[in-house]
C-alpha cells in the first residue's frame, strides 16, 4: 500500500520539477539581429535592432552585449587575478600572525588565488544596456568612433532567463556630415536670420519703421542732463561678465550710445569695469563716442577701469564709490547676479536716477524693485537699436518683432493643437506630439 | 504718526533684519519639513541608480553663497556616500575646488572611511574656460583634463578606465549659485546628452528660472536651504547613522529657523510699507478737498 | 583695413561656432574658439592688473579722497600674488617630495589657504548675506498696493513668503479634498504654472533678442570691438 504511495508522490514531485523546469525555460533568441552606425550622428553611437521571435510570450524584454576585444578581455582578466591575489595575500598575512614566514605564506595563497582566478577563464562580453519588450531597438553610446564593435542580443523573462545569444554582426560609429538630431534646428535659425535681415535691407530701401517707445530708453537723455544739471558723474555698470557674454557685448554697444549723449552734455561718465577686456572695449567704445560727439579733448581714458573679477570685491568698490562720489545718474546694462539689488539699493539710498537692463530673469524683479526704469529681456537687447535710431538698426529691431510674433502663433497652434489631442482627435494629436518632440526639441 | 513712519531710516529695517536671523539662531525653533516632490525626485534619482554608479558631482559655487548651498552639498555627498557610488568631483567656479576638498575630509571620507581616491572618488578640480568646460568635457574629458588636481595623469587613475567623457556617467549633480552652473549643465550637457540624468541644488533666486527645465532636462532641484532641510530629512530617515540623524546633516533644517521670521518679519514690513501708503493717499485726499 | 580684418575674424569665429553646433566634424573648431578666447582673456588679465595698480598709485599720490582704501587695496593685491605665484609656505606634494614647489599654491595648508580661508571667504559671505538687509529696505519700500496688477504681485509674494516657509505646514490640517488649497501646493502651482509660463514667454524674447544681436555683431552692423557701435 506503501510502495503506491511512494511512486506517486515522486512522481508527483517529478512533475513539480519538470513544471517548474518549463516555466523557467529560457525565452526563444531574438532574430535577425544587426548592428549597423547611427545614421545622421556625431559617430559615437551605435544602432542595434532585432525582430521578436515568433510564438513568444514570456519576454519581458532584452538585453544588447557588446564582445570585448582580445584586448579588453585581456586586460580584465588581469584585473580579476590581481583582485583575488590582493584578497588572498590579506587573509592569509592577518590569519597567520604568529608564523614566522606569513610574508611568504601569504604570497603563495595569493599566486593560488591568482592562477584560480585566471583558470576560471572571462567571459568575452559585457551588458551594456536593456530594451523593453515592444523596443525592437537599442543605441549604444557613447561608442568609440570608427573601431568596429560587435554585439549581441538575447531576450529575457520576468524572472530574469536568459534565451541563447543572436549575433548582431560588428558596426563602427562613423561621423556624418550634419547632426540629425538638428535636422530642424538649421532652418528655423536661417529663418530667423532671413527675417531679421529682410527687414533690415526693408528699412534700408527706405521704408518707415515705426517702434514703440521704451520709457526707459527715453529717460536717457532726462537722466544724463540731470548729471550735468548737478555737476555728478553718470555711473555706469555693463554687467559682471566677459566681452564672450552677448549681454555684456549689448551693454558695450548701448554704453556707445550714452557715452555720446553724455559728450554732448558735457557729463562725466565713470565705468568701472569687473572684466579687463570688458575695459579694453569700453575705453575704444567711449572714445569714439567722444570723437563722434566733437568732444574728443573731454574723453578721459582713466573713468573707466578695472576692479576685479571677483564679484563681491567689484560691488564694495562700486558701493563705496556710489556713497563718496553720489553720482547723479546709475544706468546698469548688462548680466547681473546677486550685486543687482546691492548695487541698486545704494544707487537708491543716495537718489541717483536709476536705469537698468538685463536679460537675467531671475535678477529681474529686484532691479524692478530698486530703480526708476528696467528694460526687460528682449528690451534690453533692442535698446542699443533704439538708441541708435538708424534705419538698420530699427530694421533689426523690427525683425526682431515679426520673429518675435511668430513665435506667438507657434505657441497658439500648438496650444490648439495639443487641446484637440487631449479631446482625442489622433490627427492633432501626432501634429503636436511632432511639433513639441521632433520641431521644437532639434 | 504718519510722519514718523514716512521718514523711517531704512537702517531699522536693516536692524529688525538683523535680529530677526541672529535670535533664531542663538535660540533655534523646533520645525519640521515635508519633503516636495522636487527633493523626493532629486533623492530618487540618485536612490535609485545600482550602488557603485559613476556620478560626477560639479561645485559651481563660492564661499559667498555656501551658507545657502552648503547644507545641501553634503547632504548629497553623504547620499552619494552610502550608496557607494563612484564620485568624480569637478568645479566650475575656481573657489569651488576648496569647498569640494574640504566637503570630501568631512562627509564622504567620515561616512565612507574606506573609500580609496583613484579607486572611489577622484577630484578633477577646477579649469577656467566657463561653459566651454562642459562643452569639451561632454565630449572629450580628457582634452580638458589632463590630471587630476593632484597631479596624476588620468590614465594612472583605474576609476578613469573607460570614462572619455561626461557621457559616461550614470548621473550629474551640480550644486550652483549662477554663472556657470546649472543652466549652462542644462544647455551644453543635459540637453545634448539626455542620457546622464541631472539633478541639481541651487540658490533660491535661480531656482525660479530652472522650473521650465523639469523634469526633462532637470530630474529633481533643491531650491535653496529649504530644499537642503527637505533633503537632510529624507536622507536621515533613510540612512541614519546607529538609527540616529547625522550631525552633518541637520544644518539645513537649523537654517529654517532663521528664513521662518525673516520671512515673516519681510511680510510685516510690505504690510506696514502698504499701510503708510494707503494713509498717505487718505491724507493726500483730504488735503485736497 | 583696420577695421576690415576685426571685422572678418569676428564673423569668422562667429559663423564657425554656428556651424559646429550643426557640423559633427566642425565640433573641435568651436571648441578652439573657446580655448582662444580663454587665453586672450588671460592676457587681458595683466593689463586689468596693471590698470589697478596705475590707478591705485595715482590716487595714493594724489592724496585723493579715499586713498587711504587705495593703500589696503594695494597691499591685499601684493600679499595674495606674492603668496599665490611664489607659493610661499607650500608643503611639497606627497608624490613629489624632492620638488618642494610641486604643492598646489592653494592648498588648505598653504598660506595662501589661510587667507582664503580666513579671510576672503568670510567677506564675500558677509557680502553676499548683506543682500538680506537691502532686501528688507526694497521690500518696505517697493511693494506697494498701487494698482490691481501691484495687488496681484503682492499677494503672490505673500503666499510664496509664508509657503516656503515651516509654518505653511499649520495648512497640512485641510482635508484631502482641498489639499489643492494647502500653501505648499499653491506654492507648488504658483512655480509650475503661472511662474514657469511667464518665464518661458521671458526667456523666448530674449533669445529672439539674443539672436538679433548677435546676428548685428556678426553682419557688422554693431561693432563694440572696434569702438564702433
Keep these: ?442 | 504718526m504718519l510722519k514718523f513712519l514716512e521718514q523711517l531710516d531704512r537702517r531699522v529695517a536693516f536692524l529688525l533684519m538683523g535680529l530677526a536671523v541672529a535670535i533664531p539662531i542663538l535660540f533655534p525653533l523646533p520645525l519640521s519639513y515635508k519633503p516636495s516632490p522636487l527633493a523626493q525626485s532629486a533623492f530618487d534619482a540618485i536612490d535609485r541608480l545600482p550602488d557603485g554608479s559613476k556620478v560626477v558631482f560639479s561645485f559651481d559655487y563660492d564661499p559667498a553663497s555656501s551658507g545657502e548651498l552648503q547644507p545641501m552639498s553634503n547632504a548629497l555627498v553623504y547620499h552619494c556616500a552610502r550608496k557607494r557610488h563612484k564620485l568624480y568631483f569637478m568645479a566650475l567656479w575656481a573657489p569651488g575646488k576648496t569647498i569640494c576638498t574640504e566637503t570630501i575630509a568631512t562627509v564622504l571620507l567620515k561616512y565612507r572611511p574606506d573609500a580609496a581616491y583613484g579607486e572611489d572618488y577622484v577630484e578633477l578640480g577646477y579649469q577656467s574656460g566657463n561653459e566651454g568646460v562642459i562643452k569639451i568635457a561632454a565630449t572629450d574629458l580628457r582634452q580638458q583634463y589632463k590630471t587630476d588636481i593632484k597631479g596624476t595623469p588620468l590614465e594612472a587613475i583605474p576609476m578613469m578606465e573607460g570614462v572619455n567623457n561626461l557621457q559616461a556617467m550614470d548621473l550629474l549633480i551640480t550644486i550652483s549659485a549662477g554663472y556657470p552652473g546649472s543652466k549652462e549643465w542644462v544647455q551644453y550637457f543635459s540637453t545634448p546628452f539626455p542620457r546622464t540624468r541631472m539633478i541639481t541644488g541651487t540658490t533660491g533666486v535661480q531656482s525660479v528660472s530652472l522650473y521650465p527645465y523639469i523634469p526633462n532636462q532637470i530630474a529633481g532641484m533643491l531650491g535653496a536651504i529649504k530644499g537642503a532641510a527637505e533633503y537632510e530629512t529624507i536622507v536621515n530617515e533613510q540612512y541614519p547613522v546607529n538609527g540616529k540623524p547625522v550631525p552633518e546633516l541637520g544644518e539645513g533644517q537649523r537654517r529654517m529657523g532663521p528664513q521662518l521670521v525673516a520671512h515673516m518679519l519681510m511680510v510685516s514690513l510690505i504690510l506696514l510699507g502698504n499701510a503708510i501708503f494707503f494713509m498717505q493717499r487718505k491724507a493726500r485726499r483730504e488735503g485736497r478737498r | ?229
Excluded at chain 1, 215 to 227: N, S
Excluded at chain 3, 32 to 49: C, D
Design chain 3, 1 to 229: 583695413m583696420k577695421r576690415a580684418v576685426p571685422t572678418l575674424i569676428a564673423a569668422t569665429v562667429g559663423f564657425v561656432l554656428v556651424i559646429a553646433f550643426f557640423i559633427p566634424a566642425t565640433q573641435s573648431w568651436g571648441e578652439t574658439a573657446v580655448v582662444w578666447f580663454n587665453i586672450l582673456a588671460g592676457v587681458a588679465f595683466i593689463l586689468g592688473g596693471g590698470n589697478l595698480v596705475k590707478v591705485q598709485l595715482e590716487t595714493i599720490s594724489a592724496r585723493r579722497k579715499g586713498y587711504g582704501y587705495a593703500i589696503v587695496t594695494l597691499a591685499a593685491f601684493f600679499a595674495m600674488l606674492a603668496f599665490g605665484l611664489l607659493k610661499i609656505g607650500v608643503h611639497p606634494q606627497a608624490q613629489y617630495p624632492l620638488h618642494p614647489w610641486a604643492g598646489p599654491h592653494d592648498a588648505p595648508s598653504s598660506p595662501f589657504g589661510w587667507m582664503y580661508e580666513y579671510i576672503f571667504s568670510p567677506i564675500t559671505a558677509t557680502m553676499f548675506a548683506s543682500l538680506a538687509f537691502y532686501v528688507a529696505s526694497a521690500a518696505f519700500r517697493a511693494f506697494r498696493a498701487k494698482n490691481v496688477e501691484a495687488i496681484l504681485l503682492l499677494g503672490t509674494a505673500f503666499l510664496v513668503l509664508v509657503g516656503n516657509t515651516a509654518i505653511a505646514r499649520i495648512t497640512d490640517a485641510l482635508p484631502e479634498s482641498l489639499a489643492f488649497l494647502r500653501l505648499d501646493s499653491i506654492v507648488a502651482n504658483l512655480m509650475t504654472y503661472l511662474s514657469t509660463g511667464a518665464w518661458r514667454a521671458i526667456t523666448i524674447g530674449i533669445a529672439i533678442g539674443v539672436a538679433a544681436t548677435s546676428l548685428r555683431v556678426l553682419l557688422g552692423i554693431d561693432r563694440p570691438y572696434l569702438g564702433r557701435t
Design chain 1, 1 to 442: 500500500m506503501r510502495a503506491p504511495i511512494v511512486r506517486f508522490a515522486l512522481v508527483s514531485c517529478a512533475m513539480l520539477v519538470v513544471g517548474a523546469v518549463r516555466t523557467h525555460a529560457a525565452p526563444p533568441p531574438p532574430v535577425e539581429a544587426s548592428a549597423h552606425d547611427l545614421p545622421w550622428d556625431d559617430g559615437t553611437a551605435i544602432e542595434i535592432t532585432w525582430r521578436a521571435p515568433e510564438s513568444a510570450t514570456n519576454i519581458a524584454g532584452y538585453r544588447v552585449y557588446r564582445l570585448l576585444s582580445t584586448e579588453e578581455q585581456k586586460r580584465a582578466l588581469r584585473d580579476r587575478r590581481v583582485a583575488a591575489a590582493d584578497v588572498a595575500w590579506k587573509a592569509a598575512y592577518e590569519s597567520n600572525t604568529s608564523a614566522s614566514d606569513r610574508i611568504e605564506l601569504a604570497t603563495a595563497a595569493a599566486t593560488a588565488a591568482a592562477e584560480r582566478a585566471g583558470a576560471e577563464g572571462m567571459p568575452d562580453e559585457v551588458a551594456v544596456g536593456t530594451a523593453a519588450a515592444n523596443a525592437l531597438r537599442y543605441v549604444a553610446a557613447p561608442v568609440e568612433s570608427g573601431r568596429a564593435i560587435a554585439f549581441r542580443v538575447r531576450s529575457f523573462d520576468a524572472d530574469g532567463n536568459e534565451s541563447p545569444a543572436a549575433e548582431a554582426g560588428s558596426a563602427a560609429a562613423t561621423i556624418e556630415i550634419f547632426l540629425g538630431t538638428r535636422a530642424w534646428f538649421f532652418p528655423l535659425l536661417i529663418g530667423l536670420c532671413a527675417i531679421i535681415i529682410g527687414c533690415i535691407l526693408l528699412a534700408r530701401a527706405g521704408r518707415p519703421i515705426k517702434v514703440r517707445r521704451i520709457a526707459g530708453l527715453d529717460a536717457i537723455d532726462e537722466a544724463v542732463g540731470r548729471a550735468t544739471e548737478m555737476g555728478r558723474p553718470v555711473l555706469y555698470i555693463a554687467g559682471v561678465q566677459d566681452m564672450d557674454n552677448v549681454q555684456t557685448v549689448a551693454g558695450v554697444t548701448i554704453l556707445g550710445r550714452v557715452a555720446k549723449i553724455a559728450a554732448e552734455y558735457d557729463a562725466k561718465i565713470e565705468v568701472p569695469t569687473a572684466r579687463s577686456l570688458v575695459m579694453t572695449a569700453a575705453r575704444d567704445v567711449v572714445q569714439t563716442a567722444y570723437f563722434e560727439a566733437g568732444r574728443h579733448d573731454a574723453y578721459n581714458p582713466d573713468t573707466i577701469r578695472y576692479i576685479t573679477d571677483e564679484q563681491f570685491g567689484y560691488v564694495a568698490y562700486v558701493a563705496g564709490r556710489m556713497v563718496r562720489e553720489k553720482p547723479a545718474t546709475c544706468i546698469y546694462m548688462g548680466q547681473f547676479y546677486a550685486e543687482s539689488l546691492l548695487l541698486s539699493e545704494n544707487g537708491n539710498a543716495i537718489n541717483a536716477i536709476q536705469i537698468a537692463g538685463t536679460a537675467e530673469s531671475s535678477q529681474l524683479p529686484f532691479f524692478v524693485a530698486a530703480c526708476d526704469y528696467t528694460l526687460i529681456g528682449e528690451e534690453f537687447f533692442a535698446a542699443s537699436a533704439y538708441l541708435a535710431g538708424e534705419p538698420t538698426q530699427l530694421g533689426s529691431l523690427f525683425g526682431q518683432d515679426v520673429s518675435k510674433l511668430i513665435a506667438m502663433v507657434v505657441i497658439v497652434a500648438g496650444v490648439i493643437l495639443s487641446t484637440l489631442g487631449g479631446l482625442g482627435l489622433s490627427m492633432p494629436k501626432a501634429a503636436s506630439d511632432y511639433l513639441a518632440n521632433s520641431i521644437l526639441a532639434s
